[in-house]
């Protein structure tokens, strides 16, 4: 276990439809990071915040946002979905997110089906 | 632009027989490497990381992995594979000021009892 939660773990919903998913980070985190990982695009970065602040963007399209929150969780916001958007959308979390030493510790996942 | 590449898409191996992973990446500045492993249905666990120092590192479950500055590689090895290290590898980077992780394509394991 990571420290690093996520919600919902599964989520079904059509095309079309927007979602939200959930991360907590580790505790004593600042940065949060968001991932995609689909079968043809492998592991993808989206978006990375720390303290409240963005960092840096991804491949992330402009039909997905995400936020980070004063008491630190994140959610990333999917609207007008569609079949592509079907992946596994990790959150991570580290320390700092900036330094030699920072290292990011991986929640367990949102597998999002959209039909 | 920052790539990984991982030799190996699938690679099967008889339970005792010895691992490498091979993991290249092309980057101009300073980085800091990682692998991780990602068991059937779970999430991505750190299994090894090199910030600096000895660019021999060990991680967990008798795993161990080499960094060579001059071939801008950092393959993971194991002695003896167990088939509990059946699992997808993925080698990642990012600059040593931090940021996001670029990965590899991972690599999947498959190891026979």
């Known amino acids: 276990d990571s420290g690093v939660t996520q919600t919902p773990k599964h989520l079904i919903t059509a095309t079309g439809q927007r979602v939200t998913l959930r991360c907590s980070p580790r505790?004593?985190?600042?940065?949060v990071y968001w991932y995609q990982q689909s079968l043809d695009q492998g592991l993808q970065f989206l978006i990375h915040?720390?303290?409240?602040?963005?960092?840096a963007k991804g491949n992330i399209l402009e039909r997905f946002s995400a936020q980070q929150f004063p008491d630190l969780h994140s959610e990333l916001n999917l609207s007008s979905l569609e079949l592509g958007d079907s992946a596994l959308y990790f959150c991570?979390?580290?320390?700092?997110?900036?330094?030699?030493?920072?290292?990011?510790?991986f929640g367990p996942g949102t597998r999002l089906t959209v039909l | 632009a920052q790539s990984v590449s991982q030799h190996n898409h699938h690679v099967i191996l008889s339970e005792a027989a010895s691992l490498e992973l091979g993991c290249n990446y092309s980057y101009g500045g300073t980085v800091n490497l990682f692998w991780y492993v990602q068991y059937p249905g779970q999430h991505l666990q750190l299994l090894l990381k090199?910030?600096?120092?000895?660019?021999l590192v060990k991680g967990i479950k008798g795993f161990e992995a080499e960094f060579i500055k001059s071939k801008f590689s950092f393959n993971l090895r194991k002695p003896s594979v167990q088939w509990s290290d059946t699992a997808e590898y993925f080698c990642?980077?990012?600059?040593?000021?931090?940021?996001?992780?670029?990965f590899g394509q991972g690599t999947e394991l498959s190891v026979k009892p």
């Open positions: 990642a980077v990012h600059p040593s000021q931090g940021g996001k992780l670029i």
């Open positions: 505790s004593g985190d600042l940065s």
């Open positions: 991570a979390s580290s320390l700092a997110g900036r330094g030699s030493t920072d290292t990011q510790y």
């Open positions: 915040y720390y303290n409240g602040e963005e960092r």
């Open positions: 090199y910030f600096s120092g000895d660019p």
